[in-house]
């Protein structure tokens, strides 16, 4: 039995001695190990703060003292001291534990999140919450410098330094977001932490200090501590954060325990908004990923002791990384081609495009919006053709971006949306939901929604080709379903058009990207009922094939609309609008299928569809259902 098997939450932990403290950390970094060796997950994060994890339960009162975790990517250690030791082996998995902090499942997880930079503002509402009651307890906020970067810290720190409240930010500085790290941000933390002037200064400093034997107040001992800190404001962000209101203390080292212990000790003793300025490893404990940071931000299932990573490999590749070959071929037809990514240039295959066309790649970090004005910005020159790929989720987050600067002056950028649909382990954080409903309320947007690979290069192209306005084409996190041959040999997609797929007389789908291969899969299943079915791609969205859409209003009574994205106000929902406002009355039955009106949980992309019906199974029982009612 280890000494982690003893602790059952923060307050054993508090009880601990300091040498037991540093075996507590020892034995939590292996079982973060051992399980996402065999889960697969977010990796390198949570690794690198692990003596931060234990120093912060240990020094404050948790859950009565609220931590407000950054994302989520840090808080596998934190749930595993927390209580969910014992059940740290089902992250990601169906029914199992949330991959991100969840408030529903712990006490200690005092608010949730799956995208970036949300802990200042969250702890800052917090402590505002507390002093409005009168109540008494810490709030701490912990930040990685890749968050650290995106606007809403930088708004929340302004708000909350001239407040004067009591409020803690941990920034863990471990030089890493999900990507390498871009921005004068990370160039000047980096240049504080390896600047030999200052860091000579501060070792004087520190001995000087060390062998003074004055009283605390002695004179020269006063000298000292205002040398270092004069020395410290030429050199370090102090200077930034304490202009916002912060007072500024560190760098501290990060997997020094002891010290971490007593600078939050002292800390927690301190009023007024603090940063503290923790500097990590990303992966650190584990050799492979301290060498290789960004390949181990994530992982599939992997050999404790090679490194090898177990993750499936299907025989047609993923849709992102069929993506990342066509723009880079488009890149080598098209010279006014550039990409533009939010922190996620691995994720969204972009990195190929970067590799062959370096000064025409441009990650932003984590700063969509900032990434899609930017955008907007190019295509006002002429000869820019500005491609912006980022995962449906994230793209929320700049959604007042692509109204105002964009389609508002029908600026022709095209919006490449990767893991729309449901997304898998990672859960309703990062489902890609809501881009169907979210760009199609968005006057002089085009909607397309391929049904493979060749369609989504084709759209893609055909996107880059058109200039009347914004152009958005949407895939899932999944391998494409038929081969895919190089961009030049996939012929052109006739703007706005549909696609009759299959013939048949008793129903007609009108299906849209992943759903166009469910029907067809679903038709097979009718077919042995003795049920014809019409299947039509519907890869436009908006604008659609009006006069297909009249054809099939006239022909048939029984009509289902498949989506992988939100029903409310989705496509269907659009299409049983436009069947109105064509026809006025109609008699026949429409259904429409998509994803239900609720959060969706994490688990296995295919177990989720088949939950809410939208496999073939289930598309198969709701059109049968139909069919009988005729009857």
């Known amino acids: 039995m280890t000494l982690l098997d003893k602790i059952t939450g923060p307050e054993d932990i508090r009880s ?173 933390l980096t240049g504080v932490m390896t600047h030999p002037v200052y860091n000579r200064i501060r070792d004087e400093v520190k001995d000087l200090l060390a062998k003074w034997t004055g009283g605390q107040d002695g004179f020269v001992k006063k000298v000292a501590r205002r040398t270092e800190e004069s020395v410290k404001g030429f050199f370090v962000p102090g200077m930034l954060f304490e202009e916002l209101g912060f007072r500024y203390i560190g760098p501290v080292d990060g997997h020094d325990l002891d010290s971490l212990v007593d600078t939050l000790t002292n800390v927690r003793m301190m009023d007024g908004p603090i940063l503290v300025h923790v500097v990590t490893q990303k992966g650190k404990g584990y050799p492979p990923a301290e060498e290789d940071a960004y390949k181990w931000h994530a992982a ?69 919006a900032h990434g899609v004005t930017a955008a907007a910005g190019m295509v006002t020159q002429e000869d820019v053709t500005p491609v912006v790929c980022i995962y449906s989720t994230f793209l929320q987050r700049a959604f007042d971006s692509i109204i105002h600067d964009v389609a508002l002056q029908r600026l022709p950028v095209v919006f490449c949306m990767d893991r729309a649909g449901i997304a898998g382990p990672d859960g309703p954080t990062h489902h890609g939901t809501f881009d169907i409903p979210y760009m199609m309320l968005i006057p002089n947007m085009t909607v397309t929604a391929p049904k493979d690979g060749s369609e989504m290069l084709s759209l893609v192209r055909l996107g880059t080709q058109w200039k009347k306005g914004p152009f958005s084409v949407r895939w899932p996190r999944e391998a494409v379903p038929h081969a895919v041959p190089h961009v030049s040999e996939i012929p052109d997609i006739e703007y706005g058009s549909w696609e009759v797929l299959r013939t048949g007389e008793d129903l007609v789908f009108l299906a849209t990207g992943t759903m166009v291969e469910v029907a067809s899969q679903t038709a097979e299943i009718l077919e042995d009922e003795g049920v014809q079915s019409q299947i039509i791609n519907c890869r436009f969205l908006k604008p659609y094939d009006e006069e297909m859409l009249r054809n099939v209003v006239e022909k048939y009574e029984k009509i289902i609309i498949l989506e992988e994205g939100a029903v409310t106000n989705g496509f269907g929902a659009f299409v049983v609008r436009e069947i109105l406002n064509l026809e006025g009355a109609y008699s026949g039955e429409i259904k429409c299928l998509g994803i239900p009106d609720h959060f969706i949980e994490h688990g296995p992309r295919d177990i989720l569809l088949s939950e809410i019906g939208l496999d073939k199974n289930g598309v198969a029982r709701e059109a049968l259902d139909m069919l009988r009612k005729r009857s």
């Open 300 to 368: 599939s299932p992997f050999d404790k002791i090679s490194g090898e990573q177990k993750g499936n490999h299907p025989s047609l590749p993923r849709y992102q990384k069929v993506f990342g070959k066509g723009i880079r071929e488009l890149g080598e037809i098209d010279s006014s081609l550039v990409v533009i990514t939010a922190g996620m240039p691995d994720g969204t295959s972009t990195d190929l495009f970067e590799q062959k066309f370096p000064e025409r790649f441009f990650d932003v970090g984590i700063a969509e």
């Open 16 to 188: 601990l001695t300091r040498p037991a403290l540093h075996q507590l950390v020892t034995d939590v970094r292996e079982r973060h190990v051992d399980v996402v060796s065999k889960t697969g997950g977010h990796f390198g994060a949570s690794l690198g703060v692990a003596e931060l994890t234990v120093a912060l339960h240990y020094v404050f009162d948790t859950p009565t003292d609220k931590l407000v975790w950054d994302t989520g990517h840090q808080g596998y250690i934190h749930k595993i001291l927390t209580g969910r030791n014992n059940q740290i082996h089902t992250i990601r998995k169906k029914d199992g534990l949330s991959p991100f902090l969840r408030r529903e499942e712990s006490d200690y997880d005092h608010f949730g999140a799956g995208h970036a930079a949300t802990s200042i503002s969250a702890a800052l509402g917090t402590a505002i919450a507390r002093d409005l009651k009168g109540e008494s307890f810490e709030v701490v906020a912990v930040i990685g410098d890749g968050a650290m970067g995106c606007g809403l810290a930088y708004e929340a720190l302004n708000n909350a330094g001239h407040t004067d409240r009591d409020l803690i930010v941990i920034l863990n500085d471990n030089d890493h977001s999900i990507a390498p790290n871009v921005g004068a941000m990370n160039k000047y």
